[in-house]
């Protein structure tokens, strides 16, 4: 399991023992003397963190291949399919639909897989709200299982009592770039004979047990969203492994036209929508794959740094992760913060501190199942309609997360870009954050 080097054992894990081991320590001993950006110290990062999205001539170069070949969207080109290969290649996935973004992912897989009006999918409370905007769109109705506080994912112990005889599909979401307990997800939607959707719109190339996740459920929904490791704008994809299924969902991301064509120049084998990737957009892709791996590799091995300090303060918890995660592909950088280790200093405040500090991080989400978006959906007409009045009454009453609201309220967030650069940066996060905890009490007062 990645993270969670001690004093003891940095030695023995660092590749340069003795030179790491230094470099870890002098980080870990910032000068209590030395006073906060936000008293008007200096700032602890020199210089900024590596910006994104990162491109070159790779880039340029195969957009205007795709601009002078005049075939500019999937049907007419071969870009699309050429990254669907690569990215099935990629990840081990039998085949690859590249969608227009990683919404419609979630939202083709759900059609694909017959989640209809009046069905129930269960999804995690800590999420971006696409994996909540899919199911609504499906008309189902979603149904929060708490967050594990500890790893930022689903509480797969929590998850058996969620199940009712509606329950079509789970949704687990790799958030961040960990991992989700998949053992057990799984073991839970075999024993119910429920299909798993995995959201790893944030894991490019996150691993379970050696193994790409996306791959381990029915389908594997990806973004490709301008923030994303992998990066053309928007994007999105889902993987397969059952050639009838992804049938079904390139014909409902189609217009109800699939591979196998049905009779005619107009025939259609179901209804769909247009949720097609352009050429250029899988131009982008190839040529951002280019670097995937190593930037990856980079992340892995900062974040691993990263934590290995920041544990050792106190008040600063990094996310943990399960004991089949072999690899964290840190689309964010999560943890979680005591107030009480830090003289009381509100979160709002180290966050101020943090990015006086030069250290960009936010708050990172709020509870998406006490939202009043949610509240009108299923209060709305239709919901009425399609669920019984005692379902939804249900709904509302048990429709608590209180690990989520407390990890809401103590979250703190380092964007992937950060974990680009040296192991340098890394220490100079940490030296901000001990700054930080040395004069919480004059921050607190400022």
């Known amino acids: 399991m990645f993270g969670y080097l001690t004093r003891r054992n940095f030695l023995a894990a660092a590749p340069s023992a003795g030179l790491a081991l230094h470099s870890a320590a002098s980080a870990l001993a910032s000068p209590a003397s030395e006073l906060p950006a936000l008293l008007g110290g200096p700032r602890a990062k020199r210089g900024s963190f590596d910006s994104w999205p990162k491109f070159d001539l790779t880039e340029e170069r195969a957009l205007l291949e795709v601009l002078r070949s005049g075939h500019w969207y999937r049907s007419e080109g071969q870009v699309v399919r050429k990254f669907e290969a690569a990215f099935a290649e990629l990840t081990g996935a039998g085949q690859v639909l590249a969608t227009c973004n990683g919404t419609a992912a979630l939202i083709v897989s759900l059609?694909?897989?017959?989640?209809?009006?009046?069905?129930?999918?269960?999804?995690p409370p800590y999420t971006f709200i696409a994996t909540v905007n899919a199911v609504l769109r499906s008309y189902a109705l979603p149904v929060f299982v708490d967050t594990d506080a500890e790893t930022f994912q689903m509480d797969a112990a929590k998850l058996e009592a969620a199940v009712t005889p509606a329950t079509?599909?789970?949704?687990?979401?790799?958030?961040?770039?960990?991992?989700?307990?998949?053992?057990?997800?799984g073991a839970v939607a075999a024993r119910h004979g429920i299909r798993i959707i995995e959201d790893a719109c944030q894991a490019h190339l996150a691993e379970w047990k050696g193994r790409k996740v996306g791959t381990y459920g029915s389908t594997g929904c990806f973004s490709f969203?301008?923030?994303?490791?992998l990066n053309s704008g928007?994007?999105?994809?889902?993987l397969f492994n059952d050639e009838d299924l992804h049938e079904r969902a390139y014909a409902f991301h189609?217009?109800?036209?699939?591979?196998?064509k049905a009779a005619g120049s107009f025939g259609y084998s179901s209804t769909g929508a247009n949720f097609r990737l352009t050429e250029f957009q899988g131009a982008l892709l190839l040529a951002q794959m280019t670097r995937l791996k190593g930037q990856t590799r980079t992340r892995s091995e900062n974040g691993r740094y990263l934590t290995s300090m920041l544990r050792e303060i106190p008040g600063i918890a990094?996310?943990?992760?399960?004991?089949?995660?072999?690899?964290?592909?840190?689309?964010l950088y999560m943890?979680?913060?005591?107030?009480?280790?830090?003289?009381?200093?509100?979160?709002?405040?180290?966050?101020?501190?943090?990015?006086?500090?030069g250290v960009p991080a936010s708050s990172g989400y709020s509870p998406l199942n006490t939202q009043e978006f949610l509240t009108r959906a299923i209060d709305s007409r239709t919901y009425q309609r399609l669920y019984p009045a005692a379902r939804l009454k249900q709904w509302h009453e048990e429709n608590q997360c209180p690990q989520n609201d407390k990890l809401c309220s103590q979250a703190v967030w380092f964007t992937q870009n950060m974990l680009l650069g040296s192991r340098g940066d890394m220490e100079?996060?940490?030296?901000?954050?001990?700054?930080?905890?040395?004069?919480?009490?004059a921050i607190l007062k400022a």
């Open 111 to 123: 059609n694909a897989l017959g989640v209809e009006p009046g069905d129930e999918v269960i999804v």
């Open 335 to 357: 943890l979680r913060y005591d107030p009480a280790a830090f003289a009381g200093l509100p979160r709002e405040k180290f966050l101020q501190a943090l990015n006086a500090e």
């Open 318 to 331: 990094p996310a943990r992760e399960y004991a089949g995660a072999t690899n964290n592909a840190y689309h």
């Open 234 to 238: 928007e994007g999105g994809a889902v």
């Open 254 to 260: 189609n217009n109800g036209t699939g591979l196998r």
């Open 168 to 185: 079509r599909a789970i949704v687990p979401v790799h958030l961040g770039g960990n991992v989700c307990d998949l053992d057990a997800i």
């Open 225 to 229: 969203q301008a923030s994303k490791n």
């Open 428 to 441: 100079q996060i940490a030296v901000a954050i001990r700054k930080i905890q040395a004069h919480a009490a």
